[in-house]
C-alpha cells in the first residue's frame, strides 16, 4: 500500500512562505492527489487538489491566490507553496488522493506567528 510522507514545515512570520513535499513510496502519476490540514480543536480541512498530470488544480477558498500545489511524477511527490501565510494557516498538513482514500501520514506541523 502506498505510503505517504509530507515535510517542509515550521515556524513562519505572517507574511512568509513556505513549501511543504509529500512524497510517496511508490509510482502515483495515475493518481490526482490532495492536501488537508488540521488546527488544533478542529477537523481536518480540504486545502486543494491537482489533477493526475497538474494540469488542473482546485483550492479551498481560504487559500485561493495564496497556495499553489503542483506535482513531479518522476519523483513520485506532491508539493504545496504557500505565500501570504496567515496566523489562521497555522495548522498540521497531510496528503493523500484526491479522495482521502490512502492511510493518513504523520503530516508536518506548519505555525504561523503573528
Known amino acids: 500500500q502506498v505510503q505517504l510522507m509530507e515535510s517542509g514545515g515550521g515556524l513562519v512570520q505572517a507574511g512568509g512562505s513556505l513549501r511543504l513535499s509529500c512524497a510517496a513510496s511508490?509510482?502515483?502519476?495515475?493518481?490526482?492527489l490532495g492536501w488537508w490540514r488540521q488546527a488544533p480543536g478542529k477537523e481536518r480541512e480540504f486545502v486543494g487538489s491537482?489533477?493526475?498530470?497538474?494540469?488542473?488544480?482546485d483550492y479551498a477558498d481560504s487559500v485561493k491566490g495564496r497556495f499553489t500545489i503542483s506535482r513531479d511524477n518522476a519523483k513520485n511527490t506532491m508539493y504545496l507553496q504557500m505565500n501570504s501565510l496567515k496566523p489562521e494557516d497555522t495548522a498540521v498538513y497531510y496528503c493523500?488522493?484526491?479522495?482521502?482514500?490512502?492511510?493518513w501520514g504523520q503530516g508536518t506541523q506548519v505555525t504561523v506567528s503573528s
Open positions: 493523500n488522493d484526491a479522495w482521502a482514500t490512502m492511510p
Open positions: 491537482i489533477s493526475w498530470d497538474g494540469g488542473s488544480t
Open positions: 511508490e509510482r502515483i502519476s495515475e493518481h490526482a
